[in-house]
Nanobody, 124 residues
């Protein structure tokens, strides 16, 4: 059974940084494209960033590009989201997702596995 467990969320001030981690188990991590999505209260879940199985291809939401960086360590079965210069509008629950085909996509419905999420709150 595939499991994704996120960590690293918290309460920070605007301008601060956080690094989220997602540890995967139960599958061959290096075969999976991985992504981060987020959902704020009253809003739909939206993509943040995605990374191909070898880490060579990444895509970002325009709202986080140049502030957030997605990366992965296949030896540790872990995907990261480095978030810099955080803004109050980044406040959301952040979810890790995995896609067995290994090809990056921005569509939430194309991901097979999801973590339970980690809360990120940015105060102004």
């Amino acid at each position: 059974q595939v499991q994704l467990v996120e960590s690293g969320g918290g309460l920070v001030q605007a301008g601060d940084s956080l690094r989220l981690s997602c540890v995967a188990s139960g599958h061959t991590f290096s075969n999976y494209a991985m992504a981060w999505f987020r959902q704020a209260p009253g809003q739909e879940r939206g993509y943040v960033a995605t990374i191909s199985r070898n880490g060579m291809s990444t895509l970002y939401s325009p709202s986080v590009k140049d502030r957030f960086t997605i990366s992965r360590d296949n030896a540790k079965n872990t995907v990261y989201l480095q978030m810099n210069n955080l803004k109050p509008e980044d406040t959301a629950v952040y979810y890790c997702a995995g896609r067995s085909t290994g090809i990056v996509t921005l569509q939430a419905g194309m991901y097979d596995y999801w973590g339970e999420g980690t809360q990120v709150t940015v105060s102004s």
